[in-house]
């Protein structure tokens, strides 16, 4: 029924308005929709109709994961809740506090914490298509449309063969940056049109970078992934190792896997400014905003799309201008100490508004 009704809206703007349904008339940016059969065609498809090839599938998961990482369990049942260059995560739904999820992942390279035999595996390359330009953001809407055309949320349990799943990108109310002062205390500012805001304070600076595996396909100063509680930087170009990560503290305090995070370099704690709200799966650092975004070869629908949807992250070296990431790869425990200031630039899709 939706299906046929966003149909009659594009031939009904396209006749009587002479060009197509813009996409906040479609109420989407694009989607990406996978033939959940092997041999499975993967597509992006814009408002307009108009559709780019990203790949087919290779295989079906077979389960899906549970318990997955703690962290999956912040989002919300039936959405995304990592992005990332080598694997995009699906929270199906919470059972017992843990997350049960199903991933998608590129063939070429593995996702550990898409478990084995829980995920739908593309023909695709790391780091480009549905993990780079057209990755969904943390937080988007799937669907699942039967072969008798109705559509419908995707509930917990794995889509037939022969049903497709569709993922709904939409551009929320995002800043367009965010800066963080790298010292205890400091502040984590998000910028928009309306100003900046306090959104955060660091608990615990960050010095140093170590051995995140899937910035093996992300350039330097680029978003290797995003999830309901982290944001991990690549530190170096791709096809080398190395990066860090910033996390909510309620990650860092209740997640088995993040406990090392209070003695290690590479991590950047951050903790609400009322000192005791959850942070893990919130707006706009940790749902709805960062994505890997595109590679050197990508290009979208126009310029506006290829270059502005791809997170930048500049830094302050002792306070000075700001400049490119410092390049570093493999761990080393002080190759950030002389970082005072991070800045995490947000997607857009189109041309700033103009004073």
Known sequence: MKKTILLMLLIISTVLCGGPLRAEEAGFLFEVRIEFREGGAVVSRLPDGRQFDLGHVVRLPEKTRWPSYTASAWGRPGSVTASAVNAVHILMGVEDGRGRTMSVVPQETIAPAAGAGAAVVLDAEAGVGFFGAWAPPVGAGIFTETRDGSVQALSERLPEPGDVMIFRIVEGDMP????????????????????????????????????????????????????????????????????????????????????????????????????????????????????????????????????????????????????????????VDDALADVTHLRIYFPITAEPLKE
Request: charged share 20%; aromatic share 8%; net charge positive.
């Open 176 to 331: 367009y940056m965010v800066e963080l002062e790298n010292r205890p205390g400091g502040r984590v500012v998000a910028w928009s049109a309306s100003g900046p805001a306090l959104i955060a304070r660091v608990i615990r600076p960050l010095s140093g970078v170590g051995r995140f595996e899937g910035t093996l396909f992300q350039d330097s100063g680029r978003i290797r992934a995003n999830h309901s509680g982290v944001i991990d930087v690549s530190t170096c170009e791709r096809g080398k190792i190395g990066g860090f990560q910033i996390i909510p503290w309620d990650h860092a305090l209740s997640s088995k896997e993040m406990q090392g995070s209070w003695q290690m370099a590479q991590w950047l704690i951050i903790g609400p400014p009322d000192g005791k709200s959850m942070m893990g799966g919130t707006h706009p650092l940790f749902s709805g905003g960062l994505v890997p975004g595109t590679s050197q070869n990508e290009r979208l629908w126009d310029i506006w799309s290829t270059y502005g949807r791809k997170p930048l992250v500049m830094a302050r070296i002792d306070g000075g201008e700001w400049g490119k990431l410092p390049e570093a790869s493999g761990r």
